[in-house]
């Protein structure tokens, strides 16, 4: 039971770490990471959980690998999005925060 | 005594992958780091694979454990060729 | 001794989230995110959570990881890739991370036992023609949630070709690649792609009993195609081409159609008669699988670019 909670408290503390990179970090190749690491993050919060009393959940793990796919996607979408806002500005930032680049 | 030759053959392997790391750390440049890598990682993963095989129940364990083997050491090689001309290129110019 | 290993494996993800987080350069952050990926599938299977490794060790880090380097190369073609100064500690910003933290934590402690009755699904199981309890839950019990993804991914694919320039709209996709001819990636791009079809389609048939699956293995035969494309040996298509919307929309026309068919029978919309229900998921899957390494392939190499070489 304790090794379980070894990966939920994992879980919390990379959720904590990728939104401190969602706010803290301005590029946004690196926001979009720290957004997957929040994401995955919970996964394994939810993965732990799924894994106590005498057998394995199935019904989370399906939710899980369908987060995963979903992830790929919005992540694809997202630098997408950078990716244009670079090519029209030369800068990979949100305009209010282009100040100091 | 199968169990004992495991412990030999992934030990001697996780040594290849101590030396290799500590290259990857401490050598000078992209390429004698690759060297470093790629000798001593891919040696040790074969260790570590045989250990694991002595303890697979079938041989269709020992089978697949050959190919990820084999795999491994095709794309280790493929990446390493990569990087290494990429750092040659940025060194010399293009 | 496990708890040892747990412990291990605990502060090496955190420490490569952590590197990923606050790592001088964005390269660094998109590498050690892809050692964190890795690293997670081996959580996974601590977890005892084999298909979900498998679905974390080739999309969360494969073609995560892909991506974000190719989007990166794209970034630095345009000088886009350095980073503002943001090394100093963000207090607020901190305060809150803790605090969600130390919220997960709590509730963590709180949660209720599990008393999911699991007779009722031991019970339900032999009724759904497979034997991977997760690919009975997909495709089955869940199949709403796995037929409207196949969707999302289609929309999300819809939305970044939305972002390609007008003037490039009939290129091919994605930046074009120069692999020299006769060199170490064309011959990679020539022995890995049969190895890698067969473990694609091995994956996808061997989901219904062990771990595996459509996801999983429609990834692998994603990579193949990228690694093909990467070697120079294929050219990626072009937006309009019809043979290749038919592979995009194929899975989920499949699974609507199966849904459709079980509504009109009596098992109910998504529902599959129990005698043939075992056949019923591996055509889904197989369908879906083709859909899902179209699309996902399509996703990463991204919206078609000039400059192909015909």
New interface residues.
């Given amino acids: 039971m ?20 969602l ?5 946004l ?2 926001r ?3 957004f ?2 929040i994401g ?2 919970l ?3 939810f ?13 989370p ?6 987060g ?10 997202a ?6 806002k ?2 029209v500005s ?4 949100l305009p209010e ?1 282009d100040d ?2 | 005594m199968i169990d004992l030759a495991t412990y030999a053959f992934t030990g001697i392997g996780l040594v290849f992958f101590v030396a290799g790391t500590v290259g990857l750390l401490r050598f000078p440049d992209v390429f004698s780091r690759l060297h470093a890598l790629t000798k001593a990682d891919n040696l040790g993963l074969g260790f570590i694979a045989l250990g694991v095989a002595l303890q697979a129940e079938t041989w269709r364990q020992v089978a697949m454990i050959a190919v990820i083997w084999a795999l491994a050491l095709l794309a280790a090689g493929t990446v390493s060729q990569l990087i290494a001309r990429d750092a040659l290129i940025k060194r010399d110019g293009r | 001794m ?2 040892l290993l ?2 291990v494996l ?1 502060v090496l ?2 420490g490569t ?2 590197a ?3 790592g001088r350069g ?1 390269f660094r ?2 590498v050690f ?1 892809i050692v ?2 890795l690293l ?1 599938s081996v ?2 299977v ?4 084999v ?2 490794a498998l ?2 060790a080739a ?2 880090a494969g ?2 990881g892909i ?2 380097l190719t ?2 190369g ?2 630095t073609r ?9 090394a100093g500690v ?1 207090l607020p ?2 305060l ?3 605090a ?3 919220a ?2 709590w509730a ?1 402690s709180v ?1 209720p ?2 008393t ?1 009755p ?1 007779a009722e ?1 031991a019970e339900a199981l032999p009724r759904a023609g497979v034997e991977n ?2 690919t ?3 495709l089955s ?2 199949a709403w ?2 037929l409207l ?1 196949s969707v ?2 289609l929309a ?2 819809i ?2 070709w939305l ?1 390609g320039r007008d003037e490039d709209w009939q290129q091919r996709l994605g930046v074009p690649q120069h692999a020299r001819p006769g060199g170490i990636m064309t011959s990679f791009g020539r022995v890995l792609p049969p190895v890698g079809f067969l473990v694609g389609v091995y994956l996808v048939f061997i989901g219904a009993d062990e771990p595996g ?1 459509a ?1 999983q293995g429609g990834t692998v035969l994603a990579a193949v195609g990228l690694v093909a494309a990467l070697a120079g040996l294929i050219q990626p298509p072009r937006i309009g081409q019809w043979q290749w919307h038919a592979g995009l929309v194929l899975g989920p026309l499949v699974f609507l159609l199966a849904g459709v068919a079980g509504a009109l029978s009596d098992s109910g919309f998504l529902g599959y008669p129990e005698a043939i229900a075992g056949t019923a998921i591996l055509v889904i899957e197989a369908a879906l699988a083709a859909s ?1 390494a179209v ?2 392939a399509f ?2 190499i ?2 078609p670019e000039k400059g192909h070489r015909e």
């Fill in positions: 304790t090794g379980l909670s070894l990966y939920a408290l994992t879980g919390a503390v990379l959720v904590g770490f990728g939104i401190y990179g706010l803290a970090k301005r590029h190749l690196r979009v990471i720290a997957n690491l995955s993050g996964f394994v919060f993965g732990a959980s799924a894994a106590r009393g005498e057998t394995v959940d199935p019904v793990q399906a939710l899980i690998i369908t995963i796919v979903v992830a790929l996607s919005a992540s694809a979408l630098v997408g999005l950078i990716v244009a670079a090519r030369g800068r990979a930032l925060e100091d680049a | 496990t708890l747990d412990a605990c993800l955190l989230a952590l990923a987080v606050l964005v952050a998109i995110f964190y990926g997670l959580g996974w601590r977890l005892e959570a298909n979900v679905a974390e999309i969360g073609l995560t991506l974000l989007t990166y794209k970034l345009v000088s886009a890739e350095a980073e503002p100064d943001d963000n910003v901190a809150v991370s803790v969600v933290a130390g997960l934590a963590w949660l036992e599990p999911r699991r699904l309890p997760v009975a839950v997909l019990f869940r949630d796995t993804e999302v991914l999300a694919l939305g970044l972002l699956g996801f899902i699309t996902l996703l990463v991204g919206p």
